[in-house]
């Protein structure tokens, strides 16, 4: 099998046969969100099944495309449905889109997600800015060989999640008059949702919302020296003592309700980005 840098050449190759723009920003589209990817203009869409070195998403609520094309003016590169560990992928190749999208141009990458809210502040529907996490996927994308092509053997963690961008859309969501909070994403591996006792032991730990992805693309993301904004939504309520059930659709469903406010962010802070490049 080749090496991680000569799968990332292979699949720039092949975007870069239907597509010939740089995109400045990649775009990770989580669940229930992927109707976002209908507001990129002048779009060109490819199946990751035309893509050689990705694996297969299977998670509901995830299309399973690249939608390139301009977004508020900037040429983006959009992951319409991403791959999650739990569905068995490794989780170096959950993250390697992300090598992807940083080796197509894209020096900024905007993730989203669908997670539980633990902070008993946050509403289903709220969306949060992610200001730090905490990685309990136990594993990460950088463990192996490093190849010092790809980016440092021990990237710096402190501020992973850019404070100017984080900034920028809080004020988007202030000027469009719906509540955006900041706080801290818990990465978890699922595919269970959490006991009573793992709800209340992340919330206890630090966690305001929790969810089971973005943390590889992250990282992998810090180590290629990007820029990321983070969004999460909240699209559950996680209170450990009026625990309700939870579900799959339901999740999706309150994802998808909340989409309007996360593309109002999104485009804002793509509109105000040149301001703070
Ligand atoms: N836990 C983990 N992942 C999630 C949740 C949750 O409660 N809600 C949406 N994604």
């Given at each position: 099998?080749?090496?991680?840098?000569?799968?990332?050449?292979?699949?720039v190759?092949?975007?870069?046969?239907?597509?010939?723009i740089?995109?400045?920003?990649?775009?990770?589209?989580?669940?229930?969100l992927?109707?976002?990817?209908?507001?990129?203009a002048?779009?060109?869409?490819?199946?990751?099944?035309?893509?050689?070195?990705?694996?297969?998403?299977?998670?509901?609520?995830?299309?399973?495309?690249l939608v390139?094309?301009?977004?508020?003016?900037?040429?983006?590169v959009?992951?319409?449905?991403?791959?999650?560990?739990?569905?068995?992928?490794?989780?170096?190749?959950?993250?390697?889109?992300?090598?992807?999208?940083?080796?197509?141009?894209?020096?900024?990458?905007?993730?989203?997600?669908?997670?539980?809210?633990?902070?008993?502040?946050?509403?289903?529907?709220?969306?949060?800015?992610?200001d730090?996490?905490?990685?309990?996927m136990?594993?990460?994308?950088?463990?192996?060989?490093?190849?010092?092509?790809?980016?440092?053997?021990?990237?710096?963690?402190?501020?992973?999640?850019?404070?100017?961008?984080?900034?920028?859309?809080?004020?988007v969501?202030r000027?469009?008059?719906?509540?955006?909070?900041?706080?801290?994403?818990?990465?978890?591996?699922?595919?269970?949702?959490?006991?009573?006792?793992?709800?209340?032991?992340v919330?206890?730990?630090?966690?305001?919302?929790?969810?089971?992805?973005?943390?590889?693309?992250?990282?992998?993301?810090?180590?290629?020296?990007?820029?990321?904004?983070?969004?999460?939504?909240?699209t559950?309520?996680?209170?450990p003592?009026?625990l309700g059930?939870?579900?799959?659709?339901?999740?999706?469903?309150?994802?998808?309700?909340a989409?309007?406010?996360?593309?109002?962010i999104?485009?804002?802070?793509?509109?105000?980005?040149?301001?703070?490049?």
């Amino acid at each position: 099998m080749s090496d991680t840098f000569t799968q990332v050449a292979d699949v720039v190759a092949a975007v870069e046969d239907h597509w010939a723009i740089q995109p400045k920003v990649g775009i990770i589209l989580g669940s229930g969100l992927g109707g976002l990817a209908d507001r990129i203009a002048d779009s060109v869409t490819i199946d990751y099944t035309a893509l050689p070195h990705l694996p297969r998403s299977t998670a509901i609520g995830h299309a399973g495309r690249l939608v390139c094309g301009m977004l508020a003016g900037v040429p983006v590169v959009a992951m319409q449905g991403r791959f999650h560990a739990y569905e068995g992928h490794s989780i170096h190749q959950v993250a390697f889109p992300v090598r992807v999208m940083h080796a197509l141009g894209a020096s900024t990458l905007v993730v989203s997600n669908a997670a539980g809210g633990l902070n008993p502040m946050y509403q289903v529907g709220d969306i949060m800015v992610i200001d730090d996490h905490l990685n309990l996927m136990l594993r990460n994308p950088l463990v192996g060989e490093n190849d010092p092509r790809l980016g440092p053997r021990w990237p710096d963690m402190s501020a992973p999640y850019d404070r100017q961008l984080a900034s920028l859309a809080q004020q988007v969501a202030r000027r469009n008059d719906f509540i955006c909070h900041r706080g801290v994403y818990v990465g978890m591996l699922g595919p269970t949702y959490e006991t009573r006792a793992e709800y209340r032991m992340v919330r206890r730990i630090g966690g305001d919302v929790v969810g089971m992805s973005t943390v590889p693309e992250v990282i992998v993301a810090v180590q290629l020296g990007m820029r990321v904004l983070g969004l999460s939504t909240v699209t559950n309520a996680c209170s450990p003592d009026q625990l309700g059930e939870t579900s799959g659709e339901q999740v999706i469903a309150a994802a998808a309700g909340a989409s309007e406010k996360l593309m109002t962010i999104v485009e804002g802070v793509l509109a105000g980005m040149s301001n703070v490049e």
